[in-house]
T-cell receptor
């Protein structure tokens, strides 16, 4: 029940295309859903996060879509660029837990 | 504002040797975490702390010990290094589990 399932494991997108990464969870108490971006040789960095009082949050080319009834959330990268090539992790937590539960990561490659 | 600083950045150990990885944060965060990252395995939580003087086990604690004597520092110790502990280690801090993590840049450890 504590798992966060992330798909796909890897994703190849052409420059200018839309990248979509999906995550699903079981614990209905989760109320914080962040996405992290990790470049090779670097630590993960918080990219964007959403709480379940909204169904969508947009920051520039990055959008989180949240479906509370389906217990799913996704990251959309519009107009994908080669500089977006990185590993992306979704995560979830609730205020009763001490830690984030991470997905297994998606390696995104954007080709020119 | 340095954020989360990990030392050392690289280390090679011989099997059976011991070492300590240091994590320091200057954001006055209560929560601190140690993760290991292996190819295809995502981020796995080793130990964490919810405040000065506290520690708790994560999902892969065996072979590691931790201490949080000062709020700003979280130490990860390997008592007798094994080749299976070859990995990249990341420290993170947060003001709470339901808030974003700030990660350090990682320590690449090789045990031969």
């Amino acid at each position: 029940q504590q798992q966060v399932k992330q798909s796909p494991q890897s994703l190849i997108v052409q420059k200018g295309g839309i990248s979509i990464i999906n995550c699903a969870y079981e614990n209905t108490a989760f109320d914080y859903f962040p996405w992290y971006q990790q470049f090779p040789g670097k630590g993960p960095a918080l990219l964007i996060a959403i709480r379940p009082d909204v169904s969508e949050k947009k920051e520039g080319r990055f959008t989180i879509s949240f479906n509370k009834s389906a217990k799913q959330f996704s990251l959309h990268i519009m107009d994908s660029q080669p500089g977006d090539s990185a590993t992306y992790f979704c995560a979830a937590s609730d205020y009763n837990t001490d830690k984030l539960i991470f997905g297994t990561g998606t390696r995104l490659q954007v080709f020119p | 504002n340095a954020g989360v600083t990990q030392t050392p950045k690289f280390r090679v150990l011989k099997t059976g040797q011991s070492m300590t990885l240091l994590c320091a944060q200057d954001m006055n965060h209560e929560y601190m975490y140690w993760y290991r990252q292996d190819p295809g395995m995502g981020l796995r939580l080793i130990h964490y702390s919810v405040g000065e003087g506290t520690t708790a086990k994560g999902e892969v604690p065996d072979g590691y010990n931790v201490s949080r004597l000062k709020k700003q520092n979280f130490l990860l110790g390997l008592e007798s290094a094994a080749p299976s502990q070859t990995s990249v280690y990341f420290c993170a801090s947060s003001q709470g589990a339901n808030y974003g993590y700030t990660f350090g840049s990682g320590t690449r450890l090789t045990v031969v």
